[in-house]
C-alpha cells in the first residue's frame, strides 16, 4: 500500500510521522519548495512540530499534487478547508479513479458548504465507497511528542476503515472505527465552533464551572443537530449503533474546548479579549476552522431547523458585529 499525504501542516506532519514510524515509506505533497528542501537537509517540518523526526529516505517530497496522487494508493488529505479546493482543482478529472482517500479535514468548504466527500463527488465522481475519514480527539503536538493517543477512522465499509487503521497504529496511538462517515465530519465541524466559543469565554473570564455547563449543552446542541441533518437518513439499527459520548464526539469537542493546543480555543480567546477577527487571524497564524465554519453552519441549519442558539451566537459574534459580552450574556441565559 502506498500512501501518498496532501499538506505540510502540524496535522499531516503528525500524520507522516505516524506512518513513518510504523515503516511505510510516503509521497507526501508540500506547496513551497524551501519547506521541501528543510525537511530533505534538517530531517524535520520547519514551521511545524518541531520535535518529529523523519528519516528521510522513507519520504518521496514533491510541491507537483498530480505527481504525488499518481504515485499513490491511499491519500492522506489533511489541509486547511479552506484550501482544499484550489489544490485539488490542478488535477485532472480522472486522477483520483482507482484510489482511496482518508480525509484528515476537521472542517466544511466554505465554497458551497460541502464536506469534503461532496466535492469529490461532485468535481471528480469520487465514490463515497472509497472514502475515509481520521477524526480525534488527537492533537498533532501530543503526536508528535509520542503522548498516548485516540483517532477514529470512519468508512461505510467500517471493516476496510479497521484495515486502513492499523497502518496508523502504534504503541502511542491506538485506532477505533465506525460507519458514520458524514456524522464525524459534521461533528468535528461544530466542536470547532464550540472550542472558539470557550475561548470567547476564557477571554471574558469566565470560570471552569460556566465553562462546564456552556460544553455540556453544546454537546446537546451537536446531537440535536445531528439527528436533523444526518442521521435521519440512518436505518433504526444504524441509529442504535451511534454512540454520541463516544470519542470522536464528546472526546473531540472536551479535548478541542479545553485544550492550550486548540487554535480554535486560542482564537475565542483572543476575541475575548476584544480583539477583531482580522486582528486575531493576523495574531494566530495558523487557520482556526472554527471562523469559517460558524457561517457555513448557520447556513447549513436554515434546511433543518436544528435548535442550535450557541453556535448561531457564536456566528454572530464572528460575522454579524455582536459585542462577545452581549452575545455571552445571550448564552448565560439558555443554559441549563
Not at 493517543?149 to 491506538?174: C, H, I, P, R, V
Request: hydrophobic share 40%; aromatic share 10%; proline share 1%.
Amino acid at each position: 500500500m502506498q500512501f501518498g499525504m496532501i499538506g505540510s501542516g502540524s496535522w499531516a506532519t503528525a500524520l507522516a510521522k505516524l506512518l513513518t514510524d510504523n515503516g511505510n515509506n510516503i509521497n507526501w505533497w508540500i506547496r513551497n519548495n524551501d519547506t521541501i528542501k528543510t525537511i530533505k537537509t534538517r530531517r524535520h517540518n520547519p514551521h511545524y512540530l518541531h520535535a518529529a523526526y523523519f528519516n528521510v529516505s522513507q519520504l518521496s517530497l514533491s510541491n507537483n499534487i498530480a505527481e504525488t496522487v499518481a504515485n499513490s494508493d491511499v491519500l492522506v488529505i489533511a489541509t486547511p478547508s479552506a484550501y482544499i479546493e484550489d489544490a485539488l482543482k490542478q488535477l485532472d478529472k480522472n486522477a483520483l479513479k482507482g484510489k482511496k482517500i482518508i480525509s484528515a479535514i476537521k472542517g466544511i468548504l466554505p465554497a458551497k458548504n460541502q464536506l469534503l466527500n461532496d466535492f469529490l463527488q461532485e468535481e471528480f465522481g469520487f465514490g463515497i465507497e472509497n472514502y475515509y475519514t481520521v477524526l480525534g480527539p488527537c492533537h498533532a503536538e501530543e503526536v508528535a511528542s509520542e503522548k498516548l493517543s485516540y483517532l477514529t477512522f470512519s468508512g461505510k465499509d467500517e471493516a476496510a476503515a479497521k484495515e486502513l487503521a492499523q497502518y496508523f497504529k502504534t504503541d502511542y496511538l491506538n485506532v477505533v472505527t465506525n460507519h458514520d462517515v458524514e456524522g464525524v465530519q459534521f461533528a468535528a465541524i461544530l466542536k470547532n465552533i464550540y472550542a472558539l466559543g470557550a475561548g470567547i469565554a476564557h477571554g471574558l473570564e469566565y470560570g471552569d464551572n460556566f465553562l462546564s455547563v456552556y460544553i455540556t449543552n453544546a454537546a446537546d446542541e451537536m446531537v440535536r443537530f445531528l439527528k436533523l441533518l444526518v442521521w435521519n437518513n440512518e436505518t433504526e439499527e444504524e441509529q442504535k449503533n451511534i454512540n454520541y459520548s463516544s470519542s470522536v464526539y464528546l472526546g473531540d469537542l472536551l479535548v478541542t474546548c479545553y485544550s492550550l493546543y486548540s487554535r480554535n480555543r486560542t482564537f475565542g480567546n483572543m476575541i475575548g479579549k476584544g480583539y477583531s477577527v482580522k486582528a486575531a487571524q493576523l495574531e494566530l497564524n495558523m487557520v482556526a476552522e472554527g471562523y469559517n465554519a460558524s457561517k457555513c453552519i448557520d447556513i447549513k441549519n436554515e434546511m433543518v431547523k436544528a435548535n442550535i442558539p450557541i453556535a448561531h451566537t457564536i456566528y454572530e459574534i464572528l460575522w454579524k458585529g455582536m459585542s462577545a459580552s452581549e452575545g455571552f450574556k445571550r448564552i448565560e441565559s439558555l443554559l441549563i
